[in-house]
């Protein structure tokens, strides 16, 4: 028997559908039905959704690679269409959970008979670069998802969800917050790998930036915990005009998830209802809660393009790398992500292989840092799909860096997450700069 050379160049293609696929199928491995179709906020998805959609893309992206291609089910599609108007009118995201139909089998039906047709896809048709291309991004794209997906559980199960695999968080030595200068001048910012990126971490640029400093670790509970103490919430002086309107229309006192009893706060999410770890980065706040923060502290949030340079970019090379490490994919020694399993953040000063040539830590991994950058496409941009990221250049803020709840195939140090402004049910965290 001979074999096909086309289908060996597939095979990478092949394996890693079915390793990110595997990885979606075991995040809901261990709910109950019933947790499938619950929505229990308007910006969170039922579960049974993020399953559909995952596999629904690639059903988009199939029809623009065949003309031919026939969709499924016109039901399906109109439930399971995010945003794309280019497909129809999609559903409205508010009322995700009060559809019972299709049903939950009838998703994981479906979840089957996609990966049975994408495989019979990338095996049997002639791929170009371009198809190469978008179906590599279908991958990604269910990473995001799978990420978004982490998110929701702990909305609606937090302490109560059971995952298929636990690794236990190691306790570290008190580390001590610091910044460090970074010298100014022209920097060439965006991705310049040689593996996927998205069209919005290109074209590479030049951007001027002036000396500033940086933390050399993301804020603390400990840290944030004095501007709460402070009255950082009951003071509009910190807060932009925007931002005070939300703390008060919400009776925001603290970060998402976090709950004071007997004078002590305490955080429910997936590892308990346990008190405040002073040492782990502060998680679930908004760009607005960020912001105000650096206020009160006197200081402000770096811009992505300081953020991406104290990451990844080595003074004494003069060169740029993909992740702060060098160019080596993420591995469990050197950052958390999805991958390690933790289900929480680490404390600072637990990565003393992940440190990037300036000095900083965690910048890959824990929580997703607030960058004080416009979410917008870099000069030069070319969309690579429409109504995907472009559409959202308006009205957001970026998010530079990945958290524990990152597919570690979907970070380096160019990618450009984004949210609205009051947004905190993301692992979201922070860290300071200053001028100098």
Not at 111 to 125: A, C, G, L, P
Not at 326 to 349: A, D, F, M, R, V
Not at 396 to 407: A, C, N
């Amino acid at each position: 028997m001979t074999s096909n050379p086309q289908l060996e160049e597939k095979k990478p293609l092949l394996e890693q559908f079915r390793e990110t696929r595997n990885r979606t199928l075991e995040l809901v491995k261990t709910l109950e039905k019933d947790d499938f179709v619950v929505q229990t906020a308007f910006f969170m998805s039922p579960p049974k959704w993020h399953v559909g959609h995952v596999s629904w893309i690639y059903e988009a992206i199939m029809s623009k690679l065949d003309k031919n291609y026939e969709f499924y089910s016109k039901e399906f599609s109109e439930y399971l269409n995010s945003y794309y108007q280019q497909f129809g009118i999609p559903h409205d995201k508010g009322l995700r959970g009060v559809i019972s139909r299709p049903t939950v089998d009838q998703i994981f039906q479906y979840f089957n008979t996609i990966n049975q047709r994408v495989e019979k896809f990338i095996e049997t048709e002639s791929l170009d670069e371009n198809a190469v291309r978008l179906i590599t991004m279908g991958f990604h794209h269910e990473c995001q998802h799978q990420e978004l997906l982490v998110y929701d559980l702990q909305h609606l199960l937090a302490e109560q969800y059971r995952p298929v695999k636990k690794n236990q968080i190691q306790k570290q030595e008190s580390a001590k917050q610091r910044t460090v200068e970074m010298k100014g001048g022209l920097y060439i910012m965006g991705f310049n790998g040689k593996e996927f990126c998205y069209d919005i971490e290109l074209p590479e640029h030049k951007v001027y930036l002036n000396d500033y400093k940086i933390d050399v670790f993301p804020i603390t509970n400990k840290q944030y915990l004095q501007f709460i103490e402070d009255g950082g919430y009951e003071t509009y002086k910190y807060w932009l005009s925007d931002g005070w309107e939300k703390v008060k229309t919400n009776k925001w006192n603290a970060p998402m998830y976090w709950e004071k009893a007997d004078d002590k706060w305490h955080v429910r999410d997936f590892l308990g209802i346990r008190e405040i770890n002073p040492n782990e980065p502060v998680c679930h706040v908004s760009f607005y809660e960020a912001d105000a923060y650096c206020k009160w502290a006197g200081k402000r949030l770096p811009t992505e393009a300081e953020w991406e340079k104290a990451a990844c970019w080595n003074e004494s090379k003069q060169e740029k790398t993909v992740f702060p490490w060098g160019n080596e994919q993420p591995t469990e020694n050197k950052c958390n992500l999805l991958e390690s399993y933790h289900w929480g953040c680490t404390e600072i000063g637990t990565y003393s292989e992940g440190v990037s040539p300036s000095g900083c830590h965690q910048m890959i991994g824990d929580v997703w840092e607030w960058t004080s950058s416009e979410f917008t496409g870099y000069p030069g941009f070319k969309t690579g799909f429409d109504e995907y990221n472009d559409k959202w250049f308006t009205n957001q803020k970026v998010l530079r860096g990945g958290s524990f709840g990152t597919p570690k195939m979907s970070i380096r140090g160019s990618y450009r997450n984004f949210f609205r402004l009051d947004e905190r049910w993301l692992f979201s965290g922070f860290r300071c700069a200053e001028d100098i």
